[in-house]
Nanobody, 123 residues
């Protein structure tokens, strides 16, 4: 499985962006998926995760109520809708496939990563 993230860009504070992640090769259905982000000079951190079926989600506290993670297993697509964006959301965003069906929030529980897409929120 290879993952490719897209949809990043430059947006003003309060605006919205939608990220997408697609897989090539094998399907990622049956595995939990997640979005992480990494700001310059900082470690990569968990943003949101979704169970293999899409029935359960979990978010970083700072994005709750603003971001929505979703997936379409039939299309091998993962999404992150980001609303009410803040300058502190600026980072490179990565999609990732978990090693199993359960949601995880730590990086080493994910074995396939997309290349990242830049999100910049101006104040």
């Amino acid at each position: 499985v290879q993952l490719q993230a897209s949809g990043g860009g430059l947006v003003q504070a309060g605006g919205s962006l939608g990220l997408s992640c697609t897989s090539s090769g094998r399907t990622f259905s049956g595995y939990a998926m997640a979005w992480f982000r990494q700001a310059p000079g900082k470690e990569r951190v968990f943003v949101a995760t979704i169970s293999w079926s899409g029935s359960s989600t979990y978010y970083r506290e700072s994005v709750k109520g603003r971001f929505t993670i979703s997936r379409d297993n039939a299309k091998n697509m993962l999404y992150l809708q980001m609303n009410s964006l803040k300058p502190e959301d600026t980072a490179v965003y990565y999609c990732a496939k978990a090693t199993g069906p359960a949601m995880e929030i730590i990086t080493w529980k994910y074995d396939v990563w997309g290349q990242g897409t830049q999100v910049t929120v101006s104040s």
